[in-house]
């Protein structure tokens, strides 16, 4: 029990044991269980103002329970996990049943939100930089026939507007492709601290998502354009009939 209360705080998460045994017994209890806090003595009336007084603070509020003296606390908390053995009010009051009766199967529903946020953050991350950066590297080259001064921010040196243009829906096309695994597999969880994944996903995704387009673009119409053999670069240009009358 300990071990998973301790994945919990490393997740950045508090845990406060609220039981209605005396204060003698519910700390014996806390102590052994490894939670943060706890509260004795508790009435549907205390937990609710537990509840309030951390959700004023700013906090999100997540709660399991069983008894029909949880149910309003488990209605008023932002998450509210009523287990699948106790009673049908307080599995009403609840957001979701947990069908094992695992009050601590709240650390896999905290694992599966962030990964789920993780991997939104990511993608929204990557795509905004990749927007960013694609429109920065083909708009010179679409207005530098206008505004020849453009020609000093074409670092990717795209001849016409058309390889600019097409350069763009190649890369989209292909980088979709590429984000597809990424979108269903799910950014990596592990149990860190918000700030610590924040930076994480801005110096992978967003740096990322602005170097990508200057390599993806430039290799796209590099190789959109058609090659040619050897031979051909060394064949000598045919000669017509007045050319060799000429002759």
């Known amino acids: 029990m300990k071990v998973r209360f301790e994945r919990l705080r490393a997740m950045g998460i508090r845990t406060i044991m609220i039981t ?10 806390a102590g052994e269980a490894g939670v943060d806090d706890f ?31 949880d149910a309003p606390a488990l209605a008023q908390a932002d998450v509210g996990v009523a287990m699948n053995s106790g009673t049908q009010a307080a599995k009403e009051a609840g957001n979701m049943v947990d069908l094992d009766s695992d009050p601590t199967k ?9 990964q789920l946020l993780m991997t939104r953050g990511a993608l929204t991350t990557f795509s905004i930089a990749n927007d960013v950066a694609k ?8 207005f530098v026939a ?9 670092i990717m040196h795209l001849a016409t507007p058309q390889s600019a243009i097409l350069s763009a829906v190649i890369f989209n096309a292909l980088i979709i492709i590429a984000l597809i695994p990424l979108a269903l597999r799910g950014v990596s969880y592990r149990p860190r601290g918000a700030n610590a994944v924040l930076r994480e996903n801005v110096l992978i995704y967003g740096v990322g998502g602005i170097i990508i387009p200057f390599i993806g673009s430039k290799r796209s119409i590099s190789s959109s354009r058609p090659s040619t053999s050897p031979e051909q670069r060394n064949a000598k240009p045919k000669q017509t009939g007045r050319d060799r009358r000429r002759t």
């Open 20 to 29: 209605g045994d005396n204060p003698l017994t519910a700390s014996a209890i």
């Open 146 to 154: 206008t505004y020849p001064e453009m020609n000093a921010l074409n």
């Open 135 to 142: 429109y920065f590297a083909i708009l010179p080259a679409m």
């Open 106 to 114: 709240l650390i896999e529903v905290v694992e599966v939100g962030k």
């Open 39 to 69: 509260l004795a003595e508790a009435t549907p009336e205390t937990k609710m103002a537990l509840i309030k007084r951390e959700q004023a603070s700013g906090r999100l509020v997540a709660m399991t329970g069983d008894g029909t003296n």
